[in-house]
């Protein structure tokens, strides 16, 4: 058994009074779980369980297939336990995730063609918009206004962490269980974190350029229909094309989402958006940019021989998958890309966890950014469980010597590794050689490709899926280098190949001979 990930995010996890409670009377009430073993209620307790080291459980299984009605179980299964007032505005909140989900479903069967902004503005979709909010209330046997206010209010609190601001998120998170929800809402206006709906028309905040744009607060204030007239918007525009070849492996890029609130300070892309976009680096959804892969057709010809066309670097200007994006930004970027299975999409986040909430196509390559040691037991965690057309790993860049537990980068098909460009915070930095050559050390030992960047002293460049040594020859000097001993084992680049190389400035390229995927959906054999 494993628990359903929204669990712990609603309830929490297990305290020592709970622990104390089974450790005398054991469990009592039945745990709820789906068929496949996933814990829909009872999570705490399950947890309290293996810390107790109890070995059978009693549980009751919910058998229904439907996403969104394990969703509703969660919340029904938690009816008649005593909740705090976040709680409460978690349960709105996954309540008014599955309402959104359910509108877009009936809409899509029912609207005979009729566009998602026509229907947004009938009146049954603002019947709909009303009754949406009181279902959700009666559900939760509280007042309409109260479950709306606590929802909103929980997710600022998670805004404010997400940006670091722990202690201003603490205080209104006491404010909304000390005090009351109301107390809460009012406290958040007064500090300016919600936009006051007389303030804010049209619902979508235009640009200067009239590029609309919602900003995370706008969007916990739209209704079920506003939010889904705001994912079916008519797109405009095609994917950027890269001109140069820093990011070869992906010479377009599509940026449905931008901005980011980790704070790395060696971010280009906080730079070039605090210098040219209206909102700065605010994460936003940009509504006109999420159906841009049902315009651009299908890729290049010339993509047959080089990856790189084919492929996209999805929210090259943002973390799609940051703590702080809401779900239904993130599954409208998937749904889109798994329509567009001629091309292949490339994902890359910090917050690899997140990972588990989603189902990706086999068209998506999802990678992680592991910059020093403390990010790789994240990253094999979430990737044991990934299941998508290319894992691969970002060292990018490279801040310190890594070393990965035995057998784990065998998790992943591709390791991109470079160092970082200078930023308004930081300068240009290439890690030491020494560093680059252990790692890929260890990706040859794991059979996992390897990439470096332009940023590097000098590159090797390959491409998945995966290929034997032999296939893959190295510069000669690289080879004894890495491997010393070992390079005999690995069939090199000619002698003349490596002279003519290290002939150029350091910083130039030292390539290997690659031999480019007739076939980039292709997995590694079990076991290879």
């Avoid at 680059?436 to 470096?452: C, H, I, K, P, S």
């Amino acid at each position: 058994m494993r628990p359903h990930p929204r669990n712990a995010t609603v309830y929490g996890e297990a305290d020592e009074g709970l622990l104390e409670s089974i450790r005398r009377s054991g469990i009592i009430q039945l745990i709820v779980i789906t068929t496949d073993g996933i814990i829909i209620a009872g999570h705490r307790r399950w947890a309290a369980a293996k810390r107790l080291g109890l070995k059978t459980l009693p549980v009751n299984i919910f058998r229904h297939d439907d996403d969104l009605e394990v969703l509703v179980a969660l919340v029904e299964s938690n009816q008649d336990r005593e909740k705090t007032n976040e709680q409460l505005g978690r349960e709105a909140d996954l309540l008014f995730e599955v309402e959104t989900e359910r509108a877009r479903r009936r809409q899509a069967t029912s609207t005979g063609g009729l566009s998602p902004q026509l229907v947004a503005k009938s009146p049954e979709a603002a019947e709909d918009t009303g009754t949406t909010r009181k279902r959700i209330a009666d559900s939760l046997g509280i007042g309409q206004k109260k479950a709306e206010q606590a929802r909103i209010v929980v997710g600022i609190v998670d805004q404010l962490k997400a940006k670091g601001r722990i202690d201003d998120g603490e205080k209104l998170r006491s404010t909304l269980n000390d005090k009351s929800v109301h107390a809460a809402y009012r406290a958040a206006e007064e500090a300016g974190y919600i936009e006051p709906r007389a303030k804010v028309a049209p619902s979508l905040v235009r640009t200067p350029q009239s590029a609309a744009y919602i900003t995370i607060a706008r969007w916990h204030q739209l209704s079920p229909s506003e939010r889904e007239a705001a994912l079916h918007t008519e797109p405009r525009g095609g994917f950027n094309k890269q001109t140069d070849d820093s990011i070869e492996w992906a010479l377009s890029s599509w940026n449905p989402v931008t901005g980011c609130e980790h704070g790395c300070p060696y971010c280009y892309a906080r730079d070039i958006a605090e210098r040219f976009y209206p909102q700065k680096f605010e994460p936003v959804l940009l509504p006109s940019r999420l159906g841009i892969p049902r315009l651009v057709g299908s890729p290049p010809a010339t993509a047959a021989t080089n990856i790189g066309e084919k492929n996209v670097f999805v929210c090259s200007m943002a973390d799609l998958f940051g703590k702080w994006v809401p779900r239904e930004w993130i599954q409208a970027v998937l749904d889109q890309c798994a329509a567009a299975s001629a091309w292949n999409f490339l994902f890359l986040t910090k917050f690899p966890s997140r990972f588990a909430e989603f189902t990706f196509a086999p068209n998506m390559w999802i990678g992680t950014t592991v910059d020093c040691q403390a990010r790789i037991p994240a990253a094999v965690k979430a990737f044991e469980r990934v299941e998508c057309g290319v894992k691969f790993l970002s060292v990018e860049p490279l801040l310190e010597p890594l070393h990965f537990p035995p057998g784990a980068l065998k998790l992943f098909d591709w390791l991109i590794i470079g160092g970082s460009s200078r930023s308004t915070q930081t300068p240009e930095w290439r890690p030491p050689r020494e560093w680059v050559n252990a790692l890929f050390a260890q990706a040859r030992d794991a059979g996992t490709m390897v990439y470096e960047k332009t940023n590097l002293w000098e590159r090797l460049r390959e491409y998945p899926p995966r290929t034997s040594a032999k296939e893959r020859p190295l510069p000669i000097e690289l080879a004894q280098a890495v491997l010393g001993h070992r390079s005999k084992d690995i069939t090199t680049a000619s002698p003349a190949a490596s002279t003519e190389a290290h002939s150029a400035d350091a910083a130039v390229s030292v390539c290997a001979s690659v031999s480019l995927p007739t076939d980039p959906h292709a997995r590694r054999k079990k076991g290879e």
